[in-house]
């Protein structure tokens, strides 16, 4: 199947600083990725939509300033969280849809970001 | 009220055992369901797609009920290793985003 990858897979990071998370197809292109959050025994929760030479879309209630998104090629998106405080500490999880059939979402293995 | 709700369990059932859960959506217009299988700590993986006519792949059975908007999954003959959350999700047709369920929490006991 699909393979996705994210890095880093951990990161712990200071307060006020800012932490990039990297999400790439492997094998595969990807015009479109998500990128959702996920708090302890909460549901993951969809914060924008990657768009590969155009800007992202981003849910409601999401800060497109503090959480920036690049999609810079066909296999690469970035989520820069800016200024982060430790109220973002959460699993970050990015998506693309799959190679054969788009309804098909492959996860990558997720980040977990912990700001001290 | 929630896109997508499920009963959060924990549903604890010994090694054999039936198990079966619900997940209610609100958007009418969803075309497409899935059920996700989420590890602690891990990112979710993709149990099985499901159809209007139901399906099944291997002791897992899915059922979609449009009317009254609700899919469900069953896991017959319970293993140790189907420990595990399981999230439904949904999505409409022009977008392709999921919105995921909070999870139904099985524990298979020996």
């Known amino acids: 199947g699909a393979v996705v990858s994210q890095h880093p897979s951990r990161v712990i990071c200071k307060s006020g600083t800012s932490v990039k998370i990297e999400c790439r197809s492997l094998?595969?292109?990807?015009?479109?990725m998500f990128w959702y959050r996920q708090f302890p025994k909460k549901s993951l929760m969809l914060m924008a939509t990657s768009n590969e030479g155009s800007k992202a879309t981003y849910e409601q209630g999401v800060e497109k300033d503090k959480f920036l998104i690049n999609h810079a090629s066909l296999t690469l998106s970035t989520l820069t969280v800016t200024s982060a405080h430790p109220e973002d500490s959460s699993f970050y999880i990015c998506?693309?849809?799959?190679?054969?059939?788009?309804?098909?979402?492959?996860f990558g293995p997720g980040t977990r970001l912990t700001v001290t | 009220r929630k896109e997508v709700e499920q009963d959060p369990g924990p549903f604890n059932v010994p090694e054999g055992a039936t198990v079966a859960f619900n997940c209610t959506y609100s958007n009418s217009a969803s075309q497409s369901f899935f059920w996700y299988r989420q590890d602690c700590r891990k990112e979710p993986k993709l149990l099985m797609s499901v159809y209007s006519s139901g399906n099944e792949d291997g002791r897992f059975t899915a059922q979609l009920n449009r009317a009254s908007q609700y899919i469900s999954l069953l896991i017959r003959d319970s293993k140790l290793s189907d420990s595990a959350t399981y999230l439904c999700a949904v999505s409409r047709s022009n977008d392709y985003k999921l919105s995921f369920g909070a999870g139904t929490t099985v524990t298979v006991r020996a």
């Open positions: 998506s693309a849809p799959g190679p054969q059939t788009s309804y098909e979402q492959y």
């Open positions: 094998d595969f292109q990807a015009t479109t």
